[in-house]
């Protein structure tokens, strides 16, 4: 039997496989294609203090190897996600990190005290979305804004605090220090890259356009991913979860090699549903195969 | 309109292929035995590496085959009209709720509405209502027309007249609302076909059912990249096509 388990201060899971904030929804509509509680954790769709009803229609489009997406954060709100969600993730036994999106510093403040009165164990602080006008994406782009952010929420919170980082930025490394010095348990990187993705078609002399601007995700950005896990590896010293592309165990290989702690599957589940509970099994099968015996020992054979 | 669940990710052979009008394709896949669907739902079918599966509507489905019918559009739909008889195709499904009235044992006239690769739907519910059914459908010419269905249609237009009557198939809608007297409607297009067939049944004082379309990135409820806007009693709030629909009743959707 392998040790699948990653310890790292109070990031704690049973497995490193987590799938990523607004492609599991809230885990219900998975029950059809794989047995969610073997998850190492599940990260929510982001959670604000209102419900949000979203962007308008067209929200995604396909591109090379990716899609793009401008979803605008819908969702049900806290209070809702609270009394309607959360016993049944509990009763399901799903380990979860709840993704928080706030459009200001107070509503961050709110949505962590809320969590702490609830004893809601891991938290993802989401100041990376692209796809909301105001607020989030300014926090993830200012270090010292983003420093008073986690310090103001960490005051509040005392579970496993995580920033999802956005790769849209000059020097990312600043923003990820500034989440450390500030408290941060971990980070996660990356959200999605900026982008626009356009389906053009002729038809009867008239040109017809179908467009998104949004948040670029999917296969073609896990090179991106990777750069950026590796420069923070050289940084940081709180542990990071990779995520950008992750389609595969060997994707899964090459975020632990570049010093990802756990990582996250994203995009994937869109694709193939079962994908998270496939890699875990492979990856489970490929230690056992192989004489690694814990998590740890694979990562370090990877780093040599 | 609650479907029992089960296991979804399904495997399926291509037991026939072929081109049944420009650019428009039927392929018929033999699936698993525990396979049960409706008029109305869908399958998303994975296009080799694309990320995105792509979502058609079932034709119909007896003796454990699937009909499909689609459109080649892209890169997506090209794939699968390249897969030859014996080839494997990967679909999640049956997706959504279908209409209504193909769930259950149903008395009401029903005129069925169906423009350009959207009578897919209507012609299933057809198979499944009979003779208490009307199925009426619009396309842009004769060569538009599957030819597999042809004989099953009752009244068909074309917009350059070079098959059955000229026009679209909204300009004859109400005549054949008065001839036909329907209690009920179901139809499934073009936004804009769905559009005024909605408005015009609700005028009718006539309950519409409408399958809608919308480009999909999950197809299974999660990712809400496919919602619109409905008003259930005055309370406007969002829904997915592909969970909550992709049937809704005509009044409720926002236009």
Same mark, same amino acid.
């Given at each position: 039997?392998?040790?699948?388990?990653?310890?790292?201060?109070?990031?704690?899971?049973?497995?490193?496989?987590?799938?990523?904030? %607004?492609?599991?929804?809230?885990?219900? *509509?998975?029950?059809?294609?794989?047995?969610?509680?073997?998850?190492?954790?599940?990260?929510t769709?982001?959670?604000?203090?209102?419900?949000?009803?979203?962007?308008?229609?067209?929200?995604?489009?396909?591109?090379?190897?990716?899609?793009?997406?401008?979803?605008?954060?819908?969702? $049900? %709100?806290?209070?809702?996600?609270?009394s309607?969600?959360?016993?049944? /993730?509990?009763?399901?036994?799903?380990?979860?990190?709840?993704?928080?999106?706030?459009?200001?510093?107070? *509503?961050?403040?709110? /949505?962590?005290k809320?969590?702490?009165?609830? =004893?809601?164990?891991?938290?993802? /602080?989401?100041?990376?979305c692209?796809?909301? =006008?105001?607020?989030c994406?300014?926090?993830?782009?200012?270090?010292?804004?983003?420093?008073?952010?986690?310090?103001? $929420?960490?005051?509040?919170?005392?579970?496993?605090?995580?920033? =999802?980082?956005?790769?849209?930025?000059?020097?990312?490394?600043?923003?990820?220090?500034?989440?450390?010095?500030?408290?941060?348990?971990?980070?996660?990187?990356?959200?999605?890259?900026?982008?626009?993705?356009?389906?053009?078609?002729?038809?009867?002399?008239?040109?017809?356009?179908?467009?998104?601007?949004?948040?670029?995700?999917?296969?073609?950005?896990?090179?991106?991913?990777?750069?950026?896990?590796?420069?923070?590896?050289?940084?940081?010293?709180?542990?990071?979860?990779?995520?950008?592309?992750?389609?595969?165990?060997?994707?899964?290989?090459?975020?632990?090699?570049?010093?990802?702690?756990?990582?996250?599957?994203?995009?994937?589940?869109?694709?193939?549903?079962?994908?998270?509970?496939?890699?875990?099994?492979? /990856?489970?099968?490929?230690m056992?195969n192989?004489?690694?015996?814990?998590?740890?020992?694979?990562k370090?054979?990877? =780093?040599? | 309109m609650?479907?029992?669940?089960?296991?979804?990710?399904?495997?399926?052979?291509?037991?026939?292929?072929?081109r049944?009008?420009?650019?428009?394709?039927?392929?018929?896949?033999?699936?698993?035995?525990?396979?049960?669907?409706?008029?109305?739902?869908?399958?998303?079918?994975?296009?080799?590496?694309?990320?995105?599966?792509?979502?058609?509507?079932?034709?119909?489905?007896?003796?454990?085959?699937?009909?499909?019918?689609?459109?080649?559009?892209?890169?997506?739909?090209?794939?699968?009209?390249?897969?030859?008889?014996?080839?494997?195709?990967?679909?999640?499904?049956?997706?959504?709720?279908?209409?209504?009235?193909?769930?259950?044992?149903?008395?009401?006239?029903?005129?069925?509405?169906?423009?350009?690769?959207?009578?897919?739907?209507?012609?299933?519910?057809?198979?499944?209502?009979?003779?208490?059914?009307?199925?009426?459908?619009?396309?842009?010419?004769?060569?538009?027309?599957?030819?597999?269905?042809?004989?099953?249609?009752?009244?068909?237009?074309?917009?350059?007249?070079?098959?059955?009557?000229?026009?679209?198939?909204?300009?004859?809608?109400?005549?054949?609302?008065?001839?036909?007297?329907?209690?009920?409607?179901?139809?499934?297009?073009?936004?804009?076909v769905?559009?005024?067939?909605?408005?015009?049944?609700?005028?009718?004082?006539?309950?519409?059912?409408?399958?809608?379309?919308?480009?999909?990135?999950?197809?299974?409820?999660?990712?809400?990249?496919?919602?619109?806007?409905?008003?259930?009693?005055?309370?406007?709030?969002?829904?997915?096509?592909?969970?909550?629909?992709?049937?809704?009743?005509?009044?409720?959707?926002?236009?």
């Amino acid at each position: 039997m392998v040790d699948l388990s990653v310890n790292k201060g109070k990031l704690s899971l049973k497995n490193p496989i987590m799938t990523a904030s %607004g492609t599991f929804g809230y885990t219900d *509509e998975f029950d059809d294609f794989i047995d969610v509680s073997r998850l190492g954790a599940v990260v929510t769709k982001a959670i604000s203090l209102k419900p949000r009803s979203g962007n308008s229609w067209n929200r995604v489009i396909e591109v090379t190897s990716g899609m793009i997406n401008s979803i605008g954060l819908e969702n $049900v %709100g806290i209070e809702k996600f609270i009394s309607d969600k959360l016993p049944v /993730l509990e009763s399901k036994n799903i380990n979860f990190v709840m993704n928080l999106a706030g459009s200001g510093m107070d *509503e961050y403040v709110e /949505l962590a005290k809320i969590c702490e009165a609830n =004893k809601i164990g891991a938290v993802e /602080l989401n100041v990376s979305c692209p796809n909301v =006008k105001s607020g989030c994406l300014e926090f993830g782009t200012d270090a010292r804004t983003l420093g008073e952010l986690v310090k103001s $929420v960490r005051a509040e919170y005392s579970g496993c605090l995580i920033v =999802k980082l956005t790769p849209n930025v000059t020097r990312i490394e600043d923003i990820a220090l500034a989440a450390q010095e500030s408290g941060a348990d971990a980070v996660s990187a990356i959200n999605t890259l900026k982008g626009l993705g356009m389906k053009l078609s002729f038809r009867n002399g008239k040109f017809t356009r179908e467009q998104v601007i949004g948040g670029f995700s999917g296969m073609a950005v896990k090179p991106v991913a990777l750069g950026v896990v590796n420069r923070l590896k050289q940084v940081l010293e709180i542990p990071i979860i990779g995520l950008g592309g992750i389609a595969s165990m060997q994707d899964v290989l090459e975020f632990f090699a570049v010093g990802a702690e756990a990582v996250q599957i994203g995009t994937a589940n869109f694709t193939t549903p079962d994908i998270s509970e496939r890699i875990i099994d492979e /990856l489970t099968e490929f230690m056992q195969n192989n004489g690694f015996e814990t998590l740890d020992e694979l990562k370090e054979r990877l =780093k040599s | 309109m609650t479907i029992e669940k089960h296991k979804k990710m399904n495997k399926g052979e291509v037991t026939l292929i072929e081109r049944v009008a420009n650019d428009m394709f039927l392929i018929k896949i033999k699936v698993a035995e525990d396979f049960v669907s409706h008029a109305g739902q869908f399958v998303s079918i994975l296009c080799d590496n694309h990320t995105m599966r792509r979502p058609f509507s079932i034709m119909n489905f007896e003796n454990q085959e699937m009909s499909v019918l689609f459109k080649k559009k892209g890169d997506g739909t090209a794939y699968i009209a390249s897969l030859n008889i014996g080839d494997t195709v990967d679909f999640i499904g049956p997706n959504g709720n279908g209409f209504s009235v193909g769930q259950c044992i149903w008395d009401e006239k029903t005129l069925l509405v169906g423009a350009g690769v959207g009578v897919a739907p209507v012609f299933y519910l057809k198979k499944v209502l009979g003779d208490k059914a009307r199925l009426i459908a619009g396309f842009q010419n004769a060569n538009e027309i599957p030819s597999c269905l042809q004989s099953e249609i009752d009244f068909i237009t074309t917009d350059d007249g070079s098959f059955g009557e000229k026009g679209s198939i909204i300009a004859y809608f109400e005549e054949q609302i008065s001839a036909y007297k329907p209690e009920r409607i179901c139809v499934c297009g073009p936004h804009i076909v769905l559009k005024l067939v909605a408005e015009t049944a609700k005028k009718h004082g006539i309950p519409c059912e409408v399958a809608m379309e919308k480009t999909m990135a999950c197809s299974i409820g999660v990712c809400r990249g496919c919602v619109v806007t409905l008003n259930r009693n005055g309370k406007i709030d969002n829904a997915s096509v592909c969970k909550d629909g992709p049937v809704f009743l005509g009044e409720e959707v926002v236009w």
